[in-house]
């Protein structure tokens, strides 16, 4: 079974259910403008996340993968989003999870 995924905003409204991990921590990394990119290491040993705010310079980030293949790398990094407490950036849950948590409210 593929774990679904349910992306939160900083307000607390619903970006999206159903997601694939990729697709949700892509919904985090773009939220409010930004941009992301993930890119080979100079020494060509793993891939490291960089993000941008609307514009700004690019911004080496502490999320990096050893994978030898970049999908792997990707697959890393995307989980590493995901599971990450990054302020002013939206959050995710499994779409299991925030059903249960929306079933207690009712």
Do not use: C
Not at 4 to 15: C, E, K, L, S
Not at 64 to 83: K, M, W
């Amino acid at each position: 079974m593929t774990l679904t995924f349910t992306v939160i905003a900083p307000t607390g409204a619903v970006i999206g259910t159903n997601l694939s991990a990729a697709i949700a921590a892509e919904e985090i990394l773009t939220y409010d403008g930004r941009e992301y990119e993930i890119r080979q290491e100079h020494d060509g040993d793993g891939y490291r996340l960089w993000s941008r705010d609307q514009g700004r310079p690019w911004q080496k980030t502490v999320v990096f993968s050893l994978a030898d293949q970049r999908s792997a790398a990707e697959a890393e990094i995307f989980h590493a989003v995901l599971v990450a407490d990054w302020p002013g950036h939206p959050d995710a849950m499994t779409d299991d999870a925030y059903n249960a948590i929306d079933n207690d409210d009712a």
